[in-house]
């Protein structure tokens, strides 16, 4: 099926509810593996639309529900409010990945946004690394403008 890099519909709602508080609760991010079954994107409202289709990547030292993203930042550039993370780190690990989802673990695994990686990426014994863009209008992993 496929991947859409998108931030969720069903976050946009719950943000505008006071369901999240991103810089307290503890978002993770999981892979989604190569030509996974379901589609991902902006109609995804779950970690658990990954995990029933079996769509989670598999692999030695990727742990299943993913990392937990820290250091959170929420912040304004110019107009436009950002929320960044520091990067993180699936060490000597050997996975395959074209995407993935964050999600929101302490809201009921309720999902932030899906970024498809454009293309399957692979670590072979190291590290499958997660590099957050730059942290503004632009860029940012998570934006409202």
Same mark, same amino acid.
């Given at each position: ?6 931030? $969720?519909? @069903? !976050? ?13 609760? +503890?978002?993770?991010?999981?892979? *989604?593996? %190569?030509?996974?079954?379901? &589609? ?5 409202? =779950?970690?658990?639309?990954? &995990? ?8 030695? =030292?990727?742990?299943?529900?993913? =990392?937990?993203? %820290?250091?959170?930042?929420? @912040?304004?550039?110019? @107009? &436009? ?6 990067? #993180? &780190?699936?060490? @000597?690990? %050997?996975?395959?990945?074209?995407? $993935? *989802? *964050? ?8 999902? *932030?946004? +899906?970024?498809? !990686? ?5 670590? #072979?014994?190291?590290? !499958? +690394? ?5 942290? =503004? ?9």
């Amino acid at each position: 099926m496929a991947i859409t890099t998108a931030m $969720c519909n @069903s !976050f946009k709602e719950e943000l505008l509810g006071g369901v999240h508080d991103l810089d307290s609760d +503890v978002i993770k991010i999981a892979l *989604i593996k %190569t030509t996974p079954t379901g &589609t991902y994107g902006a109609a995804t409202s =779950n970690y658990s639309n990954v &995990t029933v289709n079996s769509d989670e990547a598999v692999g030695t =030292n990727y742990t299943a529900a993913g =990392n937990t993203l %820290t250091s959170p930042v929420i @912040s304004l550039d110019g @107009s &436009t409010a950002i929320l960044d993370f520091a990067d #993180t &780190t699936w060490s @000597s690990a %050997t996975v395959s990945a074209d995407g $993935c *989802i *964050i999600y929101n673990s302490t809201r009921a695994n309720r999902a *932030i946004a +899906v970024i498809d !990686f454009g293309g399957t990426k692979t670590s #072979t014994n190291g590290d !499958f +690394v997660i590099q957050m863009p730059a942290a =503004n209008a632009s860029n940012a992993i998570v934006r409202i403008a």
